[in-house]
């Protein structure tokens, strides 16, 4: 369940290796491999016959026997056994169950490791985000005599987790507010996560700095007490 990095990539990039691929069905603008989910399980299925199935009863049809899905009782029996599972706390038992009977196609490649997250609440958030169009600009930073300037950059940033070798790790900051001029003490807050540079050429490790603009006045704008800055990658150069 740990090695599935190759498969993930197939299922994504289908494309790219010449694999047939769909829509995804709750985002058509996503292009994935043939998903069967949950709601084809063996335990919420109705025996019936072909002719009825294709509304031609009365001939040889009915005479085939074939078993037709319930898709309301299929989801109501997977869920009724997540819930059970979450219940007894067992999380290696309830993540195969969402990976081997998965209502989202993301909870195939879920791992027993590193999934600790709730994907449906991020998921939700990351749709919220798109839909209103939230995207921030990228920079480069420059240091000149008259101090930090910003200069605008075609590069995009990281967006594969962990990193490909074809990203281009040197990534540009990524900015969706710029700073205040003269801002108040503590008004920004900055977190780092570097990187071991004797480690970082045969690892995919990215270093990571986040920007986060803290309240300072509840009665003004809406934009704070939220991040305003990201800057994830790996230059050559780590001091950069």
């Keep these: ?12 990039d289908c494309d ?11 985002n058509p603008k ?3 491999g043939l998903f069967i989910p949950a709601s084809y399980r063996m335990e919420a299925k109705d025996e ?13 049809l009915d005479k085939i026997p074939m078993l037709v899905s319930s898709k309301e009782r299929a989801l109501e029996v997977t869920n009724n056994n997540l819930a059970k599972l979450k219940k007894a706390g067992d999380r290696n038992a309830f993540l195969k169950e969402k990976m081997y009977y998965p209502v989202e196609v993301d909870d195939i490649f879920l791992n027993e490791d590193t999934n600790i997250f709730n994907v449906y609440t991020a998921k939700a958030q990351q749709e919220r985000l798109r839909d209103d169009e939230v995207e921030g600009e990228n920079f480069f930073l420059k240091l000149t005599e008259e101090g930090v300037k910003l200069v605008p950059t075609f590069k995009l940033p990281i967006t594969n987790f962990p ?14 507010e710029k700073p205040m001029q003269k801002p ?3 008004l920004y807050v900055a977190g780092v996560d570097p990187y071991r540079h004797a480690q970082s050429a045969s690892s995919d490790s990215l270093g990571a700095v986040y920007i986060l603009k803290r309240i300072h006045d509840i009665q003004s704008e809406k934009f704070q007490d939220t991040f305003v800055a990201a800057y994830v990658a790996r230059p050559d150069d780590k001091e950069k």
């Design 1 to 12: 369940m740990k090695k599935f990095a190759d498969a993930k990539s197939l299922f994504f």
């Design 48 to 60: 019936s016959t072909l002719g009825k199935y294709l509304g031609k009863e009365g001939g040889e």
């Design 16 to 26: 790219q290796y010449n694999f047939l691929d769909y829509p995804d069905e709750k």
């Design 184 to 186: 108040p003490w503590g």
């Design 163 to 176: 990193s490909k070798g074809s990203d281009d790790r040197d990534a540009p900051v990524v900015i969706w």
């Design 30 to 32: 996503r292009r994935i």
